[in-house]
């Protein structure tokens, strides 16, 4: 494999990983946007963006301030 086919396999794995672990999860960016994560899309001159369930628009994946996974928010409130 050209190094070349190696580096765009190493960053579509990459890409799948972060796709299957955050689509779905709640989360909270540092705007203060919140909601569920519906998409992950790779930009050439952005990197990393997604898009939250009820607000238009993509953001960065390092906007994210916090996530929660489904367990978590399956699970009852303590008390």
């Known amino acids: 494999m050209t190094t070349v086919k190696l580096r765009a396999s190493t ?9 299957s672990k955050l689509v779905g999860k709640a989360v909270v960016l540092t705007d203060g946007k919140a909601g569920t994560v519906e998409n992950v ?7 990393l963006r ?8 993509k ?16 699970e009852p409130a303590p008390g």
Do not use: M, N
Request: proline share 2%; glycine share 10%; hydrophobic share 40%.
């Open 11 to 19: 960053i579509l794995t990459a890409f799948g990983d972060v796709q």
């Open 41 to 47: 899309w790779l930009d050439e001159l952005h990197g």
């Open 59 to 74: 953001w960065p994946i390092s906007t994210i301030k916090f996530e929660q996974s489904r367990q978590e928010l399956s």
């Open 50 to 57: 997604i898009s939250i369930k009820g607000h238009d628009g």
